[in-house]
């Protein structure tokens, strides 16, 4: 009951905010939002439509399907903001959301961005969270809060690594000591795997297909190595020499080698990681291996793939999409023990 009262009064919010979802987590509650970071906006003056239809589950719904004054965006490309008013409409909404209804005082909010992100994009992420009714803001690095929410021993003197697949981000850091030791970034991630599979489409059916279609070929079919039993499947699409609907079946042969080039990227993404780290470091990860996150990580047998790949023992996660927030839920929870490695804004916003 008093810690009910507690978050009444003044809350903590974890902030995972990604280029394909957003999700939020209270402390002392855990995870209370997963919405995907989508804003339906007007294209005569680019304002978020009224009405929660506008953010999340409900505007990307729209997305594909919507009339030509109605445009389906994403406010955030490759893990970081790109258009800062959306970001913040986004973010009010479901800060909004995820509170308990009643007046209380604005929350402090950490935010999980990008290792490799500019000091443009921190102040960014920084002006968005604040302006959307954050009182304090403190970042940390995607990879640091999901090794930390999948349960590996980061404060102790061994390596453990993490590959988070996101939907416009891959993020691998070797993590010693509470620190990063060596952490890649690059743009690929869940996005890049549907276009992927939407261009070989194009050139080998002359179908084209919309990226929402794409996503479900890779759920449905999509695996990094061949599967026991391969699948097949119906998709629809528009034919590029007559404009007309038509259908052609794609077998999961097929989508693998469409996600070819996104999965050689994230190979090369952890090798380059692993090349800076120390031998010692290095031989710890014979035994402690890889451990994969982030909704990319749910491709069917990409941890046989990428064991292959690089040499190391390599699991997923027990629940890899909310791996991050859950990290994040943790370094408010101990917030004195993490505390020197986020990082705060200026000042707060009352």
């Not at 920084?126 to 304090?136: E, L």
């Not at 990094?224 to 119906?234: S, T």
């Not at 491709?299 to 999409?321: K, M, N």
């Amino acid at each position: 009951m008093l810690q009910r009262l507690f978050h009444y009064f003044s809350a903590d919010l974890a902030v995972d905010l990604g280029t394909a979802n957003t999700r939020i987590g209270v402390v002392g509650e855990g995870l209370v939002l997963d919405e995907p970071s989508v804003v339906a906006v007007a294209e005569g003056n680019g304002r978020v439509l009224s009405g929660g239809c506008a953010v999340g589950h409900m505007a990307k719904q729209m997305q594909g399907r919507t009339p030509e004054s109605i445009s389906v965006v994403r406010p955030l490309a490759d893990g970081v903001v790109a258009d800062f008013q959306l970001c913040e409409a986004m973010l009010r909404y479901f800060l909004h959301k995820a509170q308990p209804s009643g007046f209380r005082r604005k929350p402090r909010v950490l935010v999980a961005v990008p290792a490799r992100i500019t000091p443009v994009e921190k102040r960014a992420v920084f002006n968005s969270t604040q302006r959307a009714g954050a009182r304090q803001v403190w970042l940390t690095t995607e990879a640091k809060a999901a090794a930390i929410g999948v349960g590996l021993p980061i404060a102790e003197p061994v390596a453990s690594m993490v590959c988070d697949i996101g939907g416009g981000t891959t993020e691998t850091a070797v993590l010693s000591l509470a620190d990063t030791v060596s952490a890649r970034s690059i743009r690929t991630g869940g996005d890049a795997m549907d276009q992927a599979i939407a261009d070989y489409l194009r050139r080998h059916y002359s179908l084209r297909i919309g990226l929402p279609a794409a996503e479900r070929l890779r759920i449905d079919l999509g695996s990094a190595y061949p599967l026991e039993e391969e699948q097949v499947e119906e998709i629809s699409g528009v034919d590029m020499i007559s404009g007309l609907p038509r259908k052609a079946t794609v077998t999961s042969e097929e989508v693998r080698q469409a996600l070819e080039d996104p999965l050689q990227r994230i190979v090369e993404s952890i090798k380059s990681t692993l090349d800076g780290c120390s031998p010692d470091l290095a031989a710890d990860l014979v035994d402690t291996g890889l451990v994969l996150c982030g909704g990319g990580s749910l491709l069917r047998r990409i941890d046989r793939f990428l064991g292959e790949q690089t040499g190391l023992p390599v699991r997923v996660a027990s629940e890899p999409r909310a791996a991050v927030a859950q990290g994040m839920l943790i370094c408010l929870e101990q917030f004195e023990r993490w505390r020197p490695s986020l990082q705060s804004s200026d000042e707060d916003v009352y």
